[in-house]
């Protein structure tokens, strides 16, 4: 005698598209399921991810202008050229100092100061700050803020990291000195390569408002500069300071 199986929803091959949404379904479940799991092994780093999130790499884009910046722990003769050429193009920009260097060039930072332009924090000693503890962190860049504030007159609102390198405890002591920390839209690596046109390139390629430029004070940046002024200013930008430039 034949058995015959009670009837079931799924004893008819079911319609395309209802398996298709089936599918969906069942493919959404996996995902989320991998997702939730990925989260729990590996946990995202939301103190890295803050830190990240807390420097500024760029300033204003609904404002024409851009910032031209310098690092400086060497070459007083070359950061008076520089001024030489701002003041021909009547442009601004941050001047990041290097502790160490400002002990012993007071004059040029004055003669940066009275030129209208911006006096930042580069450290003390050009130390790598993402391997220093929060309390070196502080020593380093308060040590330097003292420093200026003694020599201009005025409170160091802004740091700029050496080599860009930075992480939490750097942060921490940006946040615990009220300082901004300042980063780069476009980097000339002007202190390893001396290739003017390349500099220029780097520079100015892609102009946005906003852009921050980074630079050092090198025979081939001066060079450069006049080039690198006059692409900004042909696309209609002002070149202002960076503390105006992010505002």
Known sequence: MKKVLPKTLFSKPLPRKVADVLSAIVLLFTVTALFFATKLT???DTK???AGNFAIYKGSEQREAAALTFNVYEGADVVREILTILRKYAAKATFFIGGIWAE???ETILEIVEGGHEIGSHGYSHKDHAK?????NKEEMAKTNRLLRKITGN???LFAPPSGSFGEN???ACRALG???ILWTKDTIDWRDKDVPLLVKRATKNIKNGDLILMHPKTQTVTALPQIIEAYIAKGLSLL???EVIA
Request: no cysteine.
């Open 42 to 44: 590996y946990p995202q």
């Open 48 to 50: 890295s991810v803050d």
């Open 104 to 106: 012993d060039n007071a």
């Open 132 to 136: 220093l503890s929060l309390e070196q």
């Open 155 to 157: 409170p160091v609102l």
């Open 170 to 172: 750097t942060v921490a």
């Open 179 to 181: 300082q901004k920390m």
């Open 241 to 243: 300071t960076v503390s």
